[in-house]
């Protein structure tokens, strides 16, 4: 994303509205979320499984 759309919206978070946000659950996003709510947003967050193994099953991946 270009930097000056990057500034936008971290400077004009629409206030009382639905926000959505990829969440991966890293301090990333758990801070985005944090800092979201701060500003006055209502965060809407997004989870996905989409199939990635957790590093105890690495042996168990395909191919």
């Not at 994303?1 to 990333?28: C, N």
């Not at 965060?43 to 395909?62: F, K, L």
């Amino acid at each position: 994303m270009h930097t000056s759309r990057v500034s936008k919206v971290l400077t004009s978070l629409p206030v009382g509205e639905r926000v959505g946000i990829a969440f991966s659950g890293g301090l990333d996003t758990s801070v985005a979320v944090a800092w979201m709510r701060e500003k006055g947003a209502v965060p809407c967050t997004y989870t996905a499984d989409i199939g990635q193994y957790d590093e105890p099953d690495i042996d168990s991946v395909p191919g």
